[in-house]
Every structure is written in structure tokens, then in C-alpha cells.
């Protein structure tokens, strides 16, 4: 079964600053990555997800993440984070394998401070 | 519908009784998937539906909890003689299918007492 690791619970990143969370999964065929965003009160939505092709996906709100199959990674960036983008980020796996959910990690929570 | 609609969005129930939670996916939607959110835990994966089948149930907790989905719709989650560790928010999403993007509903807030 596929699983999702985000070894960070929570950041704390300056406005303007770089951001980048990380996002480590586990499946045995060709990964679907997903990044989604929570803010307060609000629902899940999509910010930006791989399937193939260019390992390098642009997303809503200037993130991007990165596809490393050697590493198992899927790591969201931003160049200049924003007060707005402070939430709580998720990363999901799905897969090509007929029946595979859709698996999230336990999030993390970003605050962004002036 | 415009998007995925759960009801009731509140439930307090008291210990020892069952409830429901219902969940109308976007139509057209194959895929249909339910999570459970508390505090610290992220979505925690309960189970998901191809279609009115369910390919994956390995998240379900514990045998008080069940859920079916009709007519590759509407499904219901129904949580039997609740402790107050099922408290929590329970989300619904769907999909098109497995490769696109799922859509979540505002869930619903379950409380036991």
C-alpha cells in the first residue's frame, strides 16, 4: 500500500523569504503526486499534481514542486512567500495501479512571519 | 451538483448512538473517497469507492464503522454505537477518476458526547 511522509510538522517562514516543504512517499508502480492546501476554515484545494512527463510542475499561487523518483520525493517551492500562503499543506499519493486511493500526509502547518 | 455536497455539516450525538453522514459527489464522478481529520492527524484514509464497489476499506478503524454507495452516487458512512474517539471532521471527495484531481466537501463536524 502507498504511503506519504512530511517529516515537518511545522514552519515558520519570513515574508519574502524561499519556502520549500518537504513531501516523501512509498508506492511500488509509477506515482500520482498531489499538493493541496487547507486554510483556516476553508476546504482542501488543489494546488498543483504530477502525473507524468516533466518531473518540474507549475501549480496555482506560484508553487511549483519537483518529481525525484530516485530520491521519492515531491517537494513544494515557492521563490517569495506571501502572508496569505500561511495554512496547512498536504501531499498525496495516488497511482496508476487499478484501485489505488488517494493517501495524504499528516500535513504542515505554515506560518509566515513580517 | 456544483460540487460535493455533505450533510448534515454539524452532528452531536451522544455516546452509544449511531449516526449517519451522507455524501453527494460531483455527477459524473467514478471515484469517491472518505477522510477523517482530527487534530495533528492529517486525512486519515477510511475508505474509497470505484463506482458503487470499494477497491480499498483498509482504513476503516474499527467494525462500527461502514459505509455503501448507491447508484455510483451518493454514498453514506454510517459510524455504529460511537465512542468519543470518533469525534473528528469526516470529508467526502470525488473524482473523475484516480488520475485527476479530487474535489472535497466542507464535511461534516461530528461530535459524541
Known amino acids: 500500500a502507498q504511503s506519504v511522509t512530511q517529516p515537518d510538522i511545522h514552519i515558520t517562514v519570513s515574508e519574502g523569504a524561499s519556502l520549500e516543504l518537504r513531501c516523501n512517499y512509498s508506492?511500488?508502480?509509477?506515482?500520482?503526486l498531489f499538493w493541496y492546501v487547507q486554510s483556516p476554515g476553508q476546504g482542501l484545494q488543489l494546488l498543483l499534481k504530477y502525473f507524468s512527463g516533466d518531473t518540474l510542475v507549475q501549480g496555482i499561487k506560484g508553487f511549483e514542486a519537483e518529481f525525484k523518483r530516485s530520491q521519492s520525493s515531491f517537494n513544494l517551492r515557492k521563490p517569495s512567500v506571501h502572508w496569505s500562503d500561511a495554512a496547512e499543506y498536504f501531499c498525496a499519493v495516488g497511482g496508476e495501479q487499478a484501485g489505488t486511493a488517494l493517501i495524504f500526509g499528516k500535513g504542515t502547518t505554515l506560518s509566515v512571519s513580517s | 451538483g456544483a460540487g460535493v455536497s455533505q450533510s448534515p455539516s454539524n452532528k452531536v450525538t451522544e455516546k452509544g448512538k449511531d449516526v449517519e453522514l451522507r455524501c453527494d459527489p460531483i455527477s459524473g464522478h467514478t471515484a469517491l473517497y472518505w477522510y477523517r481529520q482530527s487534530l495533528g492527524q492529517g486525512l486519515e484514509f477510511l475508505i474509497y469507492f470505484q463506482g458503487n464497489s470499494a477497491p480499498d476499506k483498509s482504513g476503516l478503524p474499527s467494525d462500527r464503522f461502514s459505509a455503501e454507495r448507491t447508484g455510483g452516487s451518493v454514498s453514506t458512512l454510517t459510524i455504529q454505537r460511537t465512542q468519543q474517539e470518533d469525534s473528528a471532521v469526516y470529508l467526502c471527495?470525488?473524482?473523475?477518476?484516480?488520475?485527476?484531481?479530487?474535489?472535497f466537501g466542507q464535511g461534516t463536524r461530528l461530535t459524541v458526547v
Open positions: 471527495a470525488s473524482s473523475f477518476s484516480t488520475d485527476t484531481e479530487a474535489f
Open positions: 508506492y511500488g508502480a509509477t506515482p500520482y
